[in-house]
């Protein structure tokens, strides 16, 4: 009977120093998602604002949002980089989905860990 609980006070152990690690090890995966939803909001806000101005904002504090731990600098008069410090690196390196490179779309989820840049470029408005 000693041996049971033995065996049964091991597997309580193990299990809840799998829980602790899986909820640490989330915690900058989490916080990666979040980055990469402030980098994809940012490039639509961009993307509005150059289809309404005809050209790039100055600055972030252009256009309405929170984009905390996203820098944004422009290359060009039409191009820009939007940039983020990732905790770690996404696991796909990658992506099952592809997009042409026509459609402007930044794709920050397939990053590497730390300081990563993406390349934007200004939303044309062929009506005006």
């Not at 915690?27 to 909001?41: C, E, F, N, S």
Request: glycine share 8%; hydrophobic share 35%; proline share 4%.
């Amino acid at each position: 009977m000693r041996k049971y609980y033995i065996f049964i006070a091991v597997i309580a152990v193990i299990s809840a120093i799998t829980i602790v690690w899986q909820s640490l090890a989330s915690g900058p995966v989490k916080a990666d998602q979040a980055l990469v939803l402030r980098i994809q909001t940012a490039q639509s806000a961009i993307n509005d604002y150059s289809s309404r101005n005809n050209r790039l904002p100055a600055g972030l504090s252009d256009i309405p949002g929170d984009y905390g731990g996203v820098t944004y600098e422009t290359t060009t008069a039409q191009t820009y980089k939007l940039c983020g410090t990732f905790l770690t690196a996404s696991i796909d390196q990658h992506s099952s989905t592809r997009y042409p490179p026509d459609t402007n779309y930044i794709d920050a989820s397939q990053h590497g860990k730390g300081r990563q840049c993406f390349n934007g470029s200004m939303a044309l408005n062929i009506g005006k």
